[in-house]
């Protein structure tokens, strides 16, 4: 199953290519032919073996039952994406992407909001931006035990409240709703900073004389937002969306981190993982994966169908 | 107070509460770290001040039991070679694609294009069969050669500031003689810098931060990098918060003081990575 892997040599990708002698000679065309070839092996010998090898592989795994040692395995057919669609517990995860989804709603609605107050004059500027960005920037598992302690019996959070005279013995992480939604607002946490700068960048880039221009017209704070910078910032938007959806389906750091997908926290990702790795029914974790592979490459053909990109310029 | 002056107020209240929203849970945890077992104990309340300012034995026990020293020298050699191994392959790919005309162009730029749409989450089921094959795993190489041979993005940038390097540079030192390696090495890789930068900083702290690869491929305790080191301190550190809090705070100040002093070129950096 595994000799498509095996066709590519070895690369050995820190070496340079084979030293083109030096002595080529010049204006030879076969020469000439080559050369793009051999700055090209290494890289896509990496590309073949572990993206597309690993494709191809995953394709054909998921119509068998392997469990990914033994030697022996049985053609299924479809058995495995029709299990992930009529189990109801493997089917269950896309629910729990609603929650990520719902929270990537509230984190794009903040990033705007600061986006658009910081892409003005306001004091301490770079000290807010810096404040918004950092947490994209930290290690995920480092963001998950802050957070197990800020949801801890008497962790952070309940000593905020306590402050406030709230005073809960609610366990944040103790139910499937209540841990859902802790664990979304986490990731809110991590990533608005991506999508806060992103927005930025983009609001930042329009030039300045078109805010003069219509404040001299009499425009207040909402008539620029809602017709010079939203205009500007759609192509950023839709990107951001799209990672958005992309990210809620295959949220795995946080949750995994935090919970390990106990009381009903799993997501697809962590589902897959446990499928393969613990379980070991490699043929079902890669329908799985294969399915999440589908949906993320719909979505982007969607966005691609919608915002026809101006900036396809690989060549 | 006129209406400017309340939305000014509700705009810095707003960025002041982010603020409070954003450090005060890592202000905690960095309160804890400092602090000793009893007064967790006692139960004073998270918020506390610790009672000795500067009690470091958290960050000793961290080091010393939580395999710190040696999870940051594995991460070290993992981030020396695939960052090594990402600027010489998105450097000679953009080259090569941006500087030849060759048959099959096309099908190579598409497949690195279609590449960048496949999550690398979605695959590992498979890849890691892959791995396996070539020996590599539970070894410090899985990972290097994963960071390395699935990053489309450097491969945008480095397109970038390739085609902004006149073609006339390479032209003349073609008169001189120069064959295509050694404008390669001489002309175009040094012009590369600016996009040198970037790609190590964006990919260095990435690799930092990957969690799930070294996860995946590296289970033995020796092989820790600092996500899997402190992911582990789970077990032996149980319940001692005190001790995970100076783990995490190890981890977080190295990107603090990265972040700190490479400001501009990190925001760059990710911008571009994301928008590609």
Do not use: C
Request: aromatic share 14%; no cysteine; hydrophobic share 50%.
């Amino acid at each position: 199953m595994t000799d498509t892997t095996h066709k590519a040599a070895r690369p050995s990708p820190v070496a340079p290519p084979a030293p083109v002698p030096a002595k080529a000679p010049r204006g030879a065309r076969r020469w000439r032919g080559l050369t793009p070839w051999l700055f090209l092996l290494a890289p896509l010998a990496l590309l073949l073996v572990f993206t597309y090898a690993p494709i191809v592989n995953m394709v054909a795994y998921s119509f068998t039952d392997w469990d990914g040692v033994s030697p022996e395995l049985h053609y299924t057919g479809v058995g495995n994406y029709v299990e992930i669609f009529t189990r109801e517990d493997l089917f269950q995860v896309f629910f729990v992407s609603g929650y990520y989804l719902a929270a990537s709603v509230v984190q794009i609605a903040a990033a705007l909001y600061f986006a658009t107050i910081l892409g003005f004059n306001v004091r301490f500027r770079n000290f807010f931006k810096g404040v918004l960005f950092f947490p994209y920037l930290i290690n995920g598992v480092a963001i998950g035990f802050v957070f197990l302690y800020f949801f801890q019996d008497g962790g952070t959070l309940d000593s905020v409240l306590g402050l406030f005279g709230v005073h809960t013995d609610h366990a944040w992480l103790g139910t499937p709703t209540s841990a859902n939604t802790s664990l979304a607002g986490v990731s809110v946490w991590r990533y608005l900073g991506l999508n806060f700068v992103l927005f930025l960048g983009a609001i930042q880039s329009i030039p300045s004389e078109l805010y003069e221009a219509a404040e001299l017209d009499g425009a207040n704070r909402w008539q620029q937002f809602r017709h010079i910078i939203a205009p500007g910032i759609k192509p950023v938007l839709t990107l951001t969306v799209i990672l958005s959806i992309s990210g809620s389906l295959s949220a795995f750091e946080i949750p995994y981190i935090m919970t390990g997908g106990a009381t009903g926290t799993e997501t697809f990702v962590i589902q897959t993982v446990k499928l393969a790795f613990q379980f070991n029914k490699t043929g079902l974790a890669s329908a799985a994966a294969v399915v999440l592979l589908l949906i993320i490459l719909a979505v982007t053909w969607v966005q691609r169908r919608l915002v026809p990109d101006e900036r396809v310029d690989l060549v | 107070m006129t209406r400017r002056a309340v939305a000014r107020t509700l705009v810095y209240l707003s960025l002041l509460g982010a603020t409070v929203v954003v450090l005060l849970p890592l202000a905690v945890v960095f309160l804890t770290s400092l602090k000793s077992d009893e007064e967790l104990a006692n139960g004073s309340g998270a918020l506390t001040l610790p009672e000795k300012l500067f009690n470091v034995g958290n960050y000793v026990t961290a080091f010393q039991d939580g395999r710190m020293l040696s999870a940051f020298a594995n991460t070290a050699f993992i981030l020396l070679f695939a960052i090594g191994g990402t600027v010489l392959i998105g450097s000679m790919t953009a080259y090569a694609i941006d500087r030849f005309q060759f048959r099959l162009k096309k099908l190579v730029v598409a497949l690195f294009l279609i590449a960048a749409l496949v999550p690398g989450v979605t695959t590992q089921v498979a890849t890691f069969q892959i791995v396996t094959s070539f020996g590599m795993f539970d070894t410090r190489w899985a990972p290097i050669v994963l960071y390395m041979g699935t990053d489309i993005v450097s491969i945008y940038i480095f397109l970038q500031f390739v085609r902004s390097i006149p073609i006339s540079l390479d032209e003349s030192a073609r008169l001189d003689g120069a064959n295509a390696f050694t404008i390669y090495r001489r002309i175009i890789f040094p012009l590369l810098k600016p996009a040198i930068a970037t790609v190590v900083i964006v990919k260095g702290i990435t690799v930092y931060n990957d969690f799930y690869i070294p996860f995946l491929y590296m289970p033995s305790q020796d092989l820790g990098v600092i996500s899997t080191s402190l992911f582990r301190f789970r077990g032996p550190f149980g319940a001692h918060w005190e001790v995970i809090s100076a783990g995490a705070v190890l981890v977080i100040l190295p990107t603090l003081i990265v972040f700190l002093l490479l400001q501009r070129y990190i925001y760059n950096g990710f911008m571009r990575g994301a928008t590609r």
